[in-house]
């Protein structure tokens, strides 16, 4: 599933298309995805004033509608000419003033959207319980801290749940758990505030790396213009168990969490 990095990388490619574009026309080929598609064809008429990003979520601005979408594990958005001919698991696609469409691809149809007011997004159901971004200033040390304090849990999974910090999937946990020298099972609240700041900062370098290289791509991500994204060549453990560490030579290691794949370096990870 596209993790903060990739849902960052398809909102830079996306907003400068779409900024200041009017949809000229909807197109929806099916009634649903995961969830049944919202009534998109009110968007009809409407210019897109800005594309953002909060968590997975990428956020369409159209005057007082927001136009919400998740990619699920498989969705893509491609800006092509309108006249291009239907793509392989197209399900939505929206005509752009400029002779341009947005369209929506999602093979395992996991994706889902929604319309909602500008105004109280932020109470929205699927916003309303989120944590801070991992890339803001409130996502800092002291809040860590606040989070991990007196559980006996580990940490790998506290950090990738999207109450405590959004964004942060399991391949940036791992990442960012070895950059910080922190083993990701040891329980959350025996980890001391100055390791935690190493944390922190291991979290920032790794997500910012990420969207720098235009995400990961594992297996369906891709970019918007259709390029994979080039940060899983930097991966220090993730995926590569068995190989050596890039720091001491010990084998990478590979343990299951909460059903995920928990890859790590015994030896530098404590």
Request: aromatic share 8%; charged share 20%; net charge positive.
């Amino acid at each position: 599933m596209p993790e903060l990095p990739e849902v960052e990388t398809v909102c830079r490619g996306l907003a400068p298309h779409l900024t200041g574009r009017r949809i000229e026309s909807v197109l929806c080929r099916r009634p649903d995805l995961r969830f049944p598609l919202p009534e998109m064809s009110v968007l009809h008429g409407r210019i897109c004033e800005r594309v953002e990003r909060r968590g997975k979520y990428l956020q369409f601005l159209f005057g007082d509608l927001m136009l919400v979408w998740h990619l699920g594990m498989t969705g893509r958005f491609h800006v092509l000419s309108a006249s291009a001919p239907l793509q392989p698991h197209e399900h939505v696609r929206l005509t752009l003033s400029g002779g341009d469409c947005l369209i929506y691809r999602d093979a395992r149809r996991f994706g889902y959207a929604g319309l909602m007011p500008v105004d109280c997004w932020q109470t929205h159901p699927w916003f309303a319980n989120l944590g801070p971004e991992p890339l803001a200033d409130d996502f800092n040390a002291a809040y860590l801290a606040s989070c991990c304090k007196g559980r006996k849990g580990p940490i790998k999974p506290l950090l990738m749940h999207a109450q405590m910090v959004v964004g942060v999937g399991n391949i940036y946990a791992c990442e960012a758990l070895f950059r910080a020298g922190i083993h990701p099972q040891r329980a959350a609240g025996r980890i001391a505030r100055g390791r935690l700041q190493r944390l922190v900062q291991a979290v920032r370098e790794v997500l910012a790396e990420a969207i720098a290289s235009g995400g990961s791509t594992i297996s369906d991500f891709a970019r918007v213009d259709g390029s994979p994204g080039y940060f899983a060549h930097s991966f220090a453990v993730y995926g590569r168990e068995g190989e050596p560490c890039g720091i001491c030579g010990k084998s990478i290691r590979r343990s299951l969490q909460a059903g995920r794949s928990t890859f790590y370096c015994a030896d530098c990870q404590h």
